[in-house]
């Protein structure tokens, strides 16, 4: 567990959040609508359902 940096809030079309950290996990409801980079790189995100995903250094993956 930590800390939570960001929680039911919805952000308006073209907006975006920054985050610096070693680790973020992220529980989303809509990944289809969610884009993520990591280290100026576009990651892929699988859409469809509700899921949790790990961002680090290497990019995005699902929790072991």
């Known amino acids: 567990t930590g800390q939570i940096l960001f929680e039911g809030k919805e952000l308006a079309p073209g907006q975006a959040i920054h985050f610096r950290r070693r680790r973020l996990w992220i529980n989303t ?13 576009r990651s892929a995100i699988p859409g469809g359902r509700p899921q949790v995903l790990v961002v680090t250094a290497e990019g995005v993956t699902s929790p072991s």
């Open 29 to 41: 409801g809509t990944s289809e609508n969610l884009r993520v980079t990591v280290n100026g790189k």
